[in-house]
């Protein structure tokens, strides 16, 4: 079977979405098929995870000046899109709302290759009106649309699938939790480990450590951790990632920000920490929440993300998110990271580990991929009047 894989950026861009792709990319081509990604070229190709990488021209310029990741292709990508599409047996697009994605849907359907849509995130609440207008209206004519009329639909978490729940699928859709390596990701062993990994990134052996993996932008809630951090100087915050946001212009001696990492070079860094910390909005269930659990970190999130995975949601540690009131979302992390660091046991630690390697795992998620691609792909040609219909609809609209 020849997989074309379509995301906004490679894994090279370490954000979530991505990093799924290459998970995915890696398990269908140990699994004997081809597989081809395709992306912007916003950021460097990916080294040996795919048969075939397939960079389109595209402006980052959003993410750039304004934190939001939505690269806008050039006409030319069009043509590298549509010979790509017909090569392809099926089409797996992560997310719906970039350009590179609709025009790939648009372009599969009018070459009859059938599509599946694995949508990972729903509706970010931004604290700006116009960008919370913008995507509610995006939601509405491109996302739904295509939803709707995709061969098949993957929600990564029943928060995403609430948020789309008024669609009328072709098809019954899936849930695929994302995976996570637990030969990468694990507790550490002992406290010499832990010890040892602080050491590794020049971290206080004493001090309570606060860890928050994710890109620097609004959504994943860096006010509310600066606050946090200006509120407890006792605890080291540490912040891992990168993005338009700089805490390291937050001039506090109690942050250390690290950039650049992920997989093995990541994965100490979570068993260095006491906890973690996720005080975002609009998510789905995020990989990083999932690596953490796999740590058997005790995590802190908002209430909209815990309830992802309501089989989790008694694992996590909840707090109300609230972007308009910054100084009592911020205490209130505090207040639930000094009880769950104080109460936390290695018993509970295992129970997080044992949870996540159980039902968060790369081979498990990409054989439900695989079996679903088994069921679409020669047995069904999208109808000419459902595509006509998504055209109109989508082309009238935009």
Request: charged share 20%; with cysteine; proline share 6%.
């Amino acid at each position: 079977m020849q997989i074309l894989l379509i995301s906004a950026y490679f894994d090279s861009h370490k954000g979530g979405i991505e990093i799924v792709a290459g998970q995915l990319a890696r398990e269908f081509r140990k699994a004997g098929h081809g597989v081809t990604w395709l992306a912007s070229d916003a950021t460097p190709l990916p080294p040996e995870i795919c048969d075939r990488a397939v960079a389109v021209r595209a402006s980052n310029v959003t993410e750039r000046v304004l934190g939001i990741p939505f690269p806008i292709p050039g006409l030319g990508a069009l043509a590298a899109i549509l010979r790509e599409v017909r090569r392809a047996d099926v089409l797996l697009l992560h997310d719906t709302l970039y350009p590179i994605n609709i025009a790939a849907f648009l372009l599969a359907r009018w070459s009859r290759r059938p599509v599946v849509v694995a949508q990972h995130i729903a509706t970010v609440p931004y604290r700006n009106p116009l960008l919370r207008g913008l995507m509610l209206l995006m939601n509405r004519i491109a996302a739904k649309p295509m939803l709707g009329d995709a061969d098949g639909v993957v929600f990564i978490s029943e928060a995403t699938a609430r948020a789309f729940a008024d669609v009328k699928f072709r098809h019954p859709p899936r849930f695929i939790f994302n995976g996570v390596d637990n030969a990468i990701f694990h507790p550490a062993r002992d406290t010499d480990e832990k010890l040892a990994a602080r050491h590794h990134f020049g971290l206080s052996p004493d001090r309570r450590i606060a860890l928050f993996v994710g890109r620097f932008v609004e959504k994943k809630g860096l006010n509310i951790l600066r606050r946090a951090a200006e509120m407890d100087r006792a605890t080291a915050w540490v912040i891992a990632g990168w993005g338009p946001m700089d805490p390291t212009s937050w001039q506090l001696s109690n942050v250390h920000v690290f950039s650049g990492l992920s997989g093995t070079a990541l994965a100490p860094l979570y068993r260095a920490s006491d906890a973690f910390v996720l005080p975002s909005i609009g998510e789905g269930f995020p990989l990083v929440l999932q690596e953490a659990l796999a740590c058997g970190l005790p995590t802190i999130c908002g209430a909209d993300t815990a309830r992802a995975d309501k089989n989790a949601e008694a694992l996590l540690n909840t707090i109300k998110v609230d972007v308009r009131d910054i100084e009592t979302t911020a205490a209130q992390l505090l207040q639930v990271f000094h009880s769950v660091v104080r109460n936390d046991t290695p018993e509970q630690a295992a129970h997080r580990f044992g949870y996540s390697s159980e039902l968060y795992n790369w081979p498990s998620a990409a054989k439900l991929y695989l079996e679903l691609f088994n069921d679409i792909t020669g047995t069904h040609a999208p109808d000419g009047s459902t595509t006509a219909r998504a055209l109109a609809a989508m082309g009238t609209n935009r």
